[in-house]
């Protein structure tokens, strides 16, 4: 079954087009690292170099926030990652 990943609209280019992609991992980390073994631009989107997620990356666990510590949230078959950019602009 696996865990579902909403990407958002702005990264459609970085995942082929796609919408939601399925994964497997027991952490939001583990799934965020098969969802860029599938898609290997996903990581400049996501990561700075250091391994920590962007300050513009919001990651939520259905539909609930996963802030702090959101990369070792444990997640399980059939929760669905929703990965949120905060944009600004003007």
Known sequence: MGVQIYIHTSQFPLTNGKEVVEVEGNTVRKCLENLIGKYPKMEKGLFEKKGKLHPFVE?????????????SKPVKDGDKIHIILMLAGG
């Open 59 to 71: 990651i939520y666990i259905n539909m609930e926030t996963a802030y702090p510590d959101e990369l």
